[in-house]
């Protein structure tokens, strides 16, 4: 069956979406420790930080690093994460990881127990950065780090010896994509410190709008501004009009100010707010625009929003097993599965909306309707819980696709610092081309990422367990982002 995806043709779509959910019998796993899942979760985002590491730090194979990013350019750009298994700093999926971040503690905080208070640090290590980088009005510092140069090495970020060549955009090249997600993370980070940290929060929310002002303005996207330096790497394939949108929401939600609520109105049809909707993630916002939106209509707040709903409705329907949209399908271990590479993150963020819809529908005390059925809440959260608990080990291959969950996961994943041995282990210095032996080698990586969910199998359920499979093995930060927000509601409604 390896290469095939489940036919269900003439089946009552109702039918078929109760045995996609039930696909693996439940009796064959034991239940799920999803309080644990999260803190490893959480802990995954140490081991990709990036600068001068805090005393608190729990991960403690890594160490400083990257000390003088930003220099060239004059300028502080220490910090932040680095996006994958590499040491380059990608702007565009690290405020992309923030703006998630936050959405999970703003939603499903409260039942993240001891763990909220490390989600909200890790929130904070982003924030921080992306506060650095937007320091200078009408510029954003949107990258550090030649890809090119650093792809060509397999070093540990602590021996890095890469070029750290500073990208911006300005106004004379505008990156509104970048800039509007850059908003995005902003204004969400702001919610979350509203009353942990005031001043804070009042920081994070002026400097949303500014930078959200500066998107608007000098229109453009950053694919085009900085093409050799951003692409293929995080080439926005999607146009810059969603991130326009998202940003204004994000801002809506956090400020509550009539001007932003007038832009989403003004501006929906020719931004194109239902297009392309069964998308979401770092390069296309589109679906998470209508849903995060749509909790005010449910809420009888915001009538006028009517059709955003009418699209989060549809992009949900399509989401469900038997129902779905071309673009979507499951693999015949349960996982659903759309094109191109880590398919995890597709994973994690189209669940994350799933499960955050379903408490939007449950305190409305609604329903969707989907043609031939009508989804519930509850149909909502047994679909989001499938794939979270096919990524932590119900599935075919009977691993955990997290590193350091379960007895059996992952153990050489596509990461440079993960692979090569640590300092501690080894305090020489291992040059850009020395480490490629240990990229090669057939052992396990000698440093645990703790909470890692790698890009994971595709519709085949098949997962080669090897660093150069690079799309199969590869951690991302915005693999981890929606996830702590799905492990956070499972942690209290398992």
């Not at 994958?84 to 127990?113: E, L």
């Not at 949108?245 to 609520?261: M, P």
Request: proline share 5%; glycine share 8%.
């Amino acid at each position: 069956m390896a290469g095939k995806s489940l036919n269900l043709s003439g089946i009552a779509p109702a039918t078929i979406i109760l045995f996609m959910l039930l696909i693996i019998s439940p009796e064959i796993y034991a239940g799920h420790d999803y309080r644990d899942a999260l803190r490893k979760s959480i802990l995954f985002f140490e081991g990709q930080r990036s600068g001068k590491l805090p005393p608190d730090q729990r991960l403690k194979w890594r160490r400083d690093s990257a000390l003088r990013d930003g220099s060239s350019a004059g300028v502080d750009l220490t910090g932040g994460y680095y996006d994958a298994g590499d040491n380059v700093k990608f702007g565009f999926p690290m405020a992309f990881t923030v703006t998630m971040m936050s959405w999970s503690v703003i939603d499903f905080g409260k039942t993240m127990g001891p763990e909220l208070g490390n989600a909200v640090k890790a929130i904070k290590w982003g924030t921080d950065y992306l506060l650095k980088a937007t320091a200078i009005p009408s510029v954003v510092f949107v990258q550090v780090g030649d890809a090119y140069s650093d792809h060509n090495c397999w070093e540990r970020p602590e021996d890095m010896d890469t070029l750290r060549t500073v990208y911006k955009i300005d106004k004379d090249h505008p990156g509104s994509e970048v800039a509007g997600e850059t908003a995005a993370a902003l204004a969400a980070a702001s919610i979350v410190f509203e009353k942990r940290d005031p001043a804070y929060s009042k920081r994070l929310l002026d400097r949303a709008a500014r930078v959200f002002a500066f998107a608007n303005k000098y229109r453009g996207a950053y694919s085009d501004s900085l093409h050799e330096a951003v692409c293929p790497f995080y080439c926005n394939f999607n146009g810059y009009e969603d991130e326009l949108l998202w940003g204004a929401a994000w801002l809506h939600k956090a400020s509550k100010k009539r001007v932003y609520r007038l832009y989403i109105m003004k501006n929906k049809e020719i931004l194109r707010a239902g297009d392309t909707i069964h998308e979401f993630g770092w390069d296309n916002k589109r679906a998470g625009i209508n849903v995060l939106i749509s909790k005010m209509v449910l809420m009888g707040k915001a009538d006028y929003f009517q059709s955003f709903k009418q699209n989060a409705d549809e992009f949900i329907c399509s989401l469900l097993p038997g129902t779905s949209h071309p673009q979507v399908e499951y693999s015949l271990g349960g996982l659903l599965v759309k094109s191109g590479g880590s398919n995890m993150q597709h994973v994690t963020s189209l669940s994350f909306l799933l499960i955050a819809y379903s408490n939007y529908l449950s305190n409305a005390n609604k329903v969707i309707p989907c043609g031939d059925f009508t989804a519930s809440p509850a149909l909502l959260r047994q679909a989001a819980k499938r794939q979270v608990d096919y990524i932590l080990g119900d599935n075919p291959m009977k691993m955990s696709y997290m590193v350091g969950y379960g007895s059996r996961f992952p153990q050489r994943i596509h990461h440079r610092g993960s692979s090569v041995p640590s300092i501690v282990d080894h305090p020489g210095r291992i040059g850009c081309k020395d480490g490629s032996r240990y990229f090669l080698s057939p052992n396990p990586n000698p440093n645990l990422l703790i909470g890692a969910v790698v890009g994971g199998p595709n519709v085949t359920d098949d997962f080669p367990d090897s660093r150069p499979y690079f799309q199969l093995t590869e951690p991302t930060t915005y693999i981890n982002a929606p996830l702590l927000g799905l492990l956070g509601y499972f942690s209290a409604h398992s």
